[in-house]
Protein backbone atom coordinates (compact mmCIF):
# COMPACT_ATOMS: atom_id res chain seq x y z
CA UNK A 1 0.00 0.00 0.00
CA UNK A 2 2.15 2.97 -1.49
CA UNK A 3 -0.59 5.86 -0.48
CA UNK A 4 -3.62 7.46 -0.56
CA UNK A 5 -5.97 9.06 -2.38
CA UNK A 6 -9.77 10.36 -2.64
CA UNK A 7 -11.30 10.13 -6.14
CA UNK A 8 -14.99 11.51 -6.63
CA UNK A 9 -16.90 9.37 -8.62
CA UNK A 10 -21.13 9.98 -8.91
CA UNK A 11 -23.24 7.40 -10.38
CA UNK A 12 -26.88 8.54 -11.26
CA UNK A 13 -29.49 5.65 -12.33
CA UNK A 14 -32.97 7.11 -13.20
CA UNK A 15 -35.42 4.58 -14.02
CA UNK A 16 -37.35 6.58 -16.71
CA UNK A 17 -40.96 5.24 -17.71
CA UNK A 18 -41.23 4.46 -21.67
CA UNK A 19 -44.22 3.64 -24.35
CA UNK A 20 -47.87 3.80 -23.24
CA UNK A 21 -47.17 5.26 -19.46
CA UNK A 22 -46.54 8.61 -21.39
CA UNK A 23 -48.86 8.51 -23.83
CA UNK A 24 -51.46 8.28 -20.82
CA UNK A 25 -53.87 11.52 -20.86
CA UNK A 26 -52.73 14.57 -18.95
CA UNK A 27 -49.37 13.03 -18.63
CA UNK A 28 -46.45 15.64 -19.57
CA UNK A 29 -43.01 13.85 -20.85
CA UNK A 30 -41.37 15.35 -17.31
CA UNK A 31 -44.18 13.61 -15.11
CA UNK A 32 -41.76 10.81 -14.33
CA UNK A 33 -40.19 13.02 -12.02
CA UNK A 34 -43.29 13.62 -9.42
CA UNK A 35 -43.57 10.34 -7.10
CA UNK A 36 -40.98 8.58 -4.66
CA UNK A 37 -37.43 8.69 -5.17
CA UNK A 38 -34.26 7.10 -3.06
CA UNK A 39 -30.73 8.94 -2.88
CA UNK A 40 -28.02 6.32 -1.75
CA UNK A 41 -24.76 7.64 -0.18
CA UNK A 42 -22.15 5.90 1.06
CA UNK A 43 -18.22 5.07 0.45
CA UNK A 44 -15.65 2.32 -1.06
CA UNK A 45 -12.23 2.13 0.06
CA UNK A 46 -9.84 -0.78 -1.93
CA UNK A 47 -6.90 -2.04 -2.49
CA UNK A 48 -5.75 -1.99 -6.32
CA UNK A 49 -3.23 -1.13 -9.05
CA UNK A 50 -1.82 2.48 -8.63
CA UNK A 51 -3.33 2.49 -12.56
CA UNK A 52 -4.19 -0.03 -15.08
CA UNK A 53 -1.49 -2.46 -15.96
CA UNK A 54 0.32 -1.25 -12.90
CA UNK A 55 2.52 -4.12 -10.99
CA UNK A 56 2.43 -2.29 -7.30
CA UNK A 57 -1.32 -1.47 -5.15
CA UNK A 58 -2.84 1.39 -4.17
CA UNK A 59 -5.33 2.35 -0.94
CA UNK A 60 -8.24 4.40 -2.50
CA UNK A 61 -11.52 5.84 -1.03
CA UNK A 62 -14.36 6.99 -3.46
CA UNK A 63 -17.95 8.15 -2.96
CA UNK A 64 -20.68 6.27 -3.72
CA UNK A 65 -23.73 8.70 -4.69
CA UNK A 66 -26.97 6.83 -6.27
CA UNK A 67 -30.22 8.99 -7.58
CA UNK A 68 -33.29 6.89 -8.50
CA UNK A 69 -36.79 6.59 -8.25
CA UNK A 70 -38.32 4.23 -5.68
CA UNK A 71 -39.95 0.87 -7.18
CA UNK A 72 -38.91 -2.53 -8.51
CA UNK A 73 -35.39 -2.91 -7.88
CA UNK A 74 -32.74 -4.38 -10.89
CA UNK A 75 -32.66 -8.17 -9.49
CA UNK A 76 -28.97 -8.29 -9.40
CA UNK A 77 -26.26 -4.94 -9.36
CA UNK A 78 -22.61 -5.38 -9.84
CA UNK A 79 -19.84 -2.90 -8.92
CA UNK A 80 -18.55 -3.56 -12.06
CA UNK A 81 -21.58 -2.16 -14.00
CA UNK A 82 -21.53 1.03 -15.42
CA UNK A 83 -23.61 4.00 -14.66
CA UNK A 84 -27.18 3.00 -16.19
CA UNK A 85 -30.46 4.54 -17.24
CA UNK A 86 -33.13 1.38 -17.97
CA UNK A 87 -35.56 2.11 -21.26
CA UNK A 88 -36.50 -0.92 -21.13
CA UNK A 89 -37.60 -3.77 -18.15
CA UNK A 90 -39.55 -6.84 -18.54
CA UNK A 91 -38.27 -9.17 -15.65
CA UNK A 92 -36.26 -11.16 -17.45
CA UNK A 93 -34.28 -8.80 -19.85
CA UNK A 94 -33.09 -4.86 -19.28
CA UNK A 95 -31.94 -2.55 -21.72
CA UNK A 96 -30.72 1.03 -21.66
CA UNK A 97 -28.43 3.70 -21.62
CA UNK A 98 -24.66 3.13 -20.10
CA UNK A 99 -21.83 5.30 -18.93
CA UNK A 100 -18.74 5.55 -16.75
CA UNK A 101 -16.51 8.71 -15.61
CA UNK A 102 -12.82 8.37 -17.01
CA UNK A 103 -10.41 10.06 -14.31
CA UNK A 104 -7.33 11.75 -15.61
CA UNK A 105 -4.06 9.90 -15.59
CA UNK A 106 -1.36 12.60 -15.36
CA UNK A 107 2.29 10.44 -15.91
CA UNK A 108 4.03 13.04 -13.37
CA UNK A 109 2.03 10.92 -10.07
CA UNK A 110 3.53 7.62 -11.30
CA UNK A 111 7.41 7.15 -12.15
CA UNK A 112 6.44 4.37 -14.13
CA UNK A 113 4.81 6.42 -16.63
CA UNK A 114 7.22 9.69 -16.31
CA UNK A 115 8.00 11.08 -19.86
CA UNK A 116 4.53 9.84 -21.50
CA UNK A 117 1.63 11.96 -22.28
CA UNK A 118 -1.29 12.30 -19.71
CA UNK A 119 -4.75 10.47 -20.63
CA UNK A 120 -7.24 13.36 -19.92
CA UNK A 121 -10.65 13.04 -17.84
CA UNK A 122 -13.80 12.28 -19.60
CA UNK A 123 -16.60 9.43 -20.28
CA UNK A 124 -17.83 6.40 -21.84
CA UNK A 125 -21.30 6.37 -23.69
CA UNK A 126 -23.45 4.01 -24.77
CA UNK A 127 -25.53 0.74 -24.30
CA UNK A 128 -26.09 -2.16 -21.61
CA UNK A 129 -28.66 -4.83 -21.89
CA UNK A 130 -29.23 -8.19 -19.72
CA UNK A 131 -30.76 -11.03 -19.33
CA UNK A 132 -32.02 -13.81 -16.74
CA UNK A 133 -31.43 -17.33 -17.81
CA UNK A 134 -32.70 -18.07 -14.62
CA UNK A 135 -33.81 -16.77 -11.25
CA UNK A 136 -29.92 -17.31 -9.92
CA UNK A 137 -27.81 -16.35 -12.97
CA UNK A 138 -27.20 -12.56 -14.73
CA UNK A 139 -25.48 -12.09 -18.11
CA UNK A 140 -25.03 -9.04 -19.18
CA UNK A 141 -23.21 -6.45 -21.95
CA UNK A 142 -22.14 -3.08 -22.20
CA UNK A 143 -20.63 -1.05 -25.54
CA UNK A 144 -19.33 2.01 -25.10
CA UNK A 145 -17.44 4.91 -27.22
CA UNK A 146 -14.86 7.10 -25.12
CA UNK A 147 -14.89 10.91 -25.65
CA UNK A 148 -11.88 13.15 -24.45
CA UNK A 149 -9.45 10.79 -22.58
CA UNK A 150 -9.93 8.02 -25.54
CA UNK A 151 -11.98 7.70 -28.47
CA UNK A 152 -12.18 3.85 -28.83
CA UNK A 153 -14.58 1.90 -28.13
CA UNK A 154 -15.00 -0.57 -25.35
CA UNK A 155 -17.04 -3.53 -24.78
CA UNK A 156 -17.91 -5.63 -21.44
CA UNK A 157 -19.34 -8.51 -20.92
CA UNK A 158 -19.77 -10.06 -17.08
CA UNK A 159 -21.62 -13.24 -16.17
CA UNK A 160 -23.43 -13.09 -12.39
CA UNK A 161 -24.01 -15.90 -10.37
CA UNK A 162 -25.89 -15.19 -6.98
CA UNK A 163 -27.68 -16.61 -4.35
CA UNK A 164 -29.42 -15.68 -1.36
CA UNK A 165 -27.73 -17.17 1.91
CA UNK A 166 -30.58 -15.24 4.02
CA UNK A 167 -32.95 -12.61 3.99
CA UNK A 168 -30.23 -10.01 4.53
CA UNK A 169 -27.01 -11.76 2.95
CA UNK A 170 -25.98 -12.59 -0.70
CA UNK A 171 -23.53 -13.73 -2.39
CA UNK A 172 -22.09 -13.52 -6.47
CA UNK A 173 -19.39 -14.29 -8.57
CA UNK A 174 -18.39 -15.03 -11.96
CA UNK A 175 -16.78 -14.61 -15.20
CA UNK A 176 -15.75 -11.14 -16.97
CA UNK A 177 -14.08 -10.28 -19.83
CA UNK A 178 -13.03 -6.73 -22.34
CA UNK A 179 -12.74 -6.05 -25.67
CA UNK A 180 -11.15 -2.38 -27.01
CA UNK A 181 -9.98 -1.17 -30.02
CA UNK A 182 -6.67 0.45 -31.00
CA UNK A 183 -7.79 3.71 -30.16
CA UNK A 184 -8.62 3.35 -26.93
CA UNK A 185 -5.04 0.64 -26.63
CA UNK A 186 -3.10 3.67 -28.43
CA UNK A 187 -4.46 6.58 -25.28
CA UNK A 188 -3.59 3.84 -22.13
CA UNK A 189 -1.07 1.29 -23.50
CA UNK A 190 0.89 3.10 -26.64
CA UNK A 191 4.31 4.38 -26.50
CA UNK A 192 5.55 7.01 -29.71
CA UNK A 193 8.69 7.72 -30.77
CA UNK A 194 9.27 10.84 -28.77
CA UNK A 195 7.62 9.33 -25.45
CA UNK A 196 9.84 6.21 -26.41
CA UNK A 197 12.88 8.97 -25.86
CA UNK A 198 11.43 10.66 -22.45
CA UNK A 199 10.35 7.92 -20.75
CA UNK A 200 13.31 4.99 -21.27
CA UNK A 201 10.54 2.74 -22.59
CA UNK A 202 10.77 0.63 -26.03
CA UNK A 203 8.26 2.01 -28.62
CA UNK A 204 4.97 0.03 -29.04
CA UNK A 205 2.03 0.99 -31.27
CA UNK A 206 -0.73 -1.74 -30.38
CA UNK A 207 -3.42 -2.86 -32.31
CA UNK A 208 -6.94 -3.49 -31.19
CA UNK A 209 -8.48 -6.92 -29.70
CA UNK A 210 -9.53 -8.46 -25.93
CA UNK A 211 -8.12 -6.30 -23.17
CA UNK A 212 -8.87 -9.10 -19.91
CA UNK A 213 -10.32 -11.93 -18.40
CA UNK A 214 -11.30 -12.31 -15.27
CA UNK A 215 -13.08 -13.29 -12.56
CA UNK A 216 -15.21 -11.39 -9.44
CA UNK A 217 -17.32 -12.50 -6.35
CA UNK A 218 -18.82 -10.09 -3.37
CA UNK A 219 -20.58 -10.80 -0.27
CA UNK A 220 -23.23 -8.50 0.48
CA UNK A 221 -24.81 -7.57 3.38
CA UNK A 222 -28.09 -5.91 4.24
CA UNK A 223 -27.37 -4.75 7.37
CA UNK A 224 -30.62 -2.87 8.13
CA UNK A 225 -33.45 -1.93 5.18
CA UNK A 226 -31.47 0.71 4.37
CA UNK A 227 -28.03 0.25 5.25
CA UNK A 228 -25.78 -2.19 3.06
CA UNK A 229 -22.37 -3.07 2.72
CA UNK A 230 -19.81 -5.09 0.87
CA UNK A 231 -16.79 -7.26 0.61
CA UNK A 232 -15.48 -7.70 -3.10
CA UNK A 233 -12.43 -8.89 -4.61
CA UNK A 234 -11.75 -9.20 -8.25
CA UNK A 235 -8.77 -10.65 -10.05
CA UNK A 236 -7.95 -9.68 -14.15
CA UNK A 237 -5.04 -10.93 -16.61
CA UNK A 238 -4.33 -8.06 -19.23
CA UNK A 239 -4.32 -9.72 -22.91
CA UNK A 240 -3.16 -8.92 -26.29
CA UNK A 241 -2.65 -5.47 -26.75
CA UNK A 242 -2.58 -4.55 -23.07
CA UNK A 243 -0.18 -7.45 -21.76
CA UNK A 244 2.31 -7.19 -24.82
CA UNK A 245 2.64 -3.08 -24.13
CA UNK A 246 5.87 -2.12 -22.59
CA UNK A 247 4.57 -0.35 -20.13
CA UNK A 248 3.15 -3.83 -19.18
CA UNK A 249 6.32 -6.01 -19.85
CA UNK A 250 9.17 -3.16 -18.63
CA UNK A 251 7.28 -1.44 -15.88
CA UNK A 252 4.31 -3.41 -14.75
CA UNK A 253 2.33 -6.81 -14.47
CA UNK A 254 -0.69 -8.61 -16.65
CA UNK A 255 -2.52 -9.57 -13.21
CA UNK A 256 -4.34 -7.29 -11.86
CA UNK A 257 -5.81 -7.75 -8.50
CA UNK A 258 -8.48 -5.50 -6.12
CA UNK A 259 -10.08 -6.10 -3.15
CA UNK A 260 -12.31 -3.99 -1.15
CA UNK A 261 -15.56 -3.29 1.07
CA UNK A 262 -18.14 -0.46 1.21
CA UNK A 263 -21.17 0.64 2.61
CA UNK A 264 -24.31 2.87 1.70
CA UNK A 265 -27.59 3.93 3.09
CA UNK A 266 -30.57 4.62 1.44
CA UNK A 267 -32.96 8.08 1.79
CA UNK A 268 -36.44 8.11 1.17
CA UNK A 269 -38.28 11.10 -0.44
CA UNK A 270 -41.05 12.33 -2.60
CA UNK A 271 -41.27 15.14 -5.10
Known amino acids: MRSFRSIFVAS ?5 PVGPALAEEGKGI ?8 KLIVGATGMVAPDFEGAKDLMFSVSPIISLGKAGPEARFTSRNDGISISLYD ?9 GQVILERDSRDYWQLQGLDPVRWGAE ?3 FAEVYPTDWLRLRGEVRQGFRSHTGVVADITVDAFKDITDSVRISG ?5 WASADYFESYYGVNAAEAAASGLSEYDPGGGLKSIGFGGAYDWKATEKLTTSVFAEYSRLLGPAEDSSIVVQRGSPNQFTFGLSAAYRFDFSM
Open 12 to 16: LAVAI
Open 174 to 178: GPRMS
Open 125 to 127: IGG
Open 90 to 98: NGSMRAGLN
Open 30 to 37: FDWVRGDW
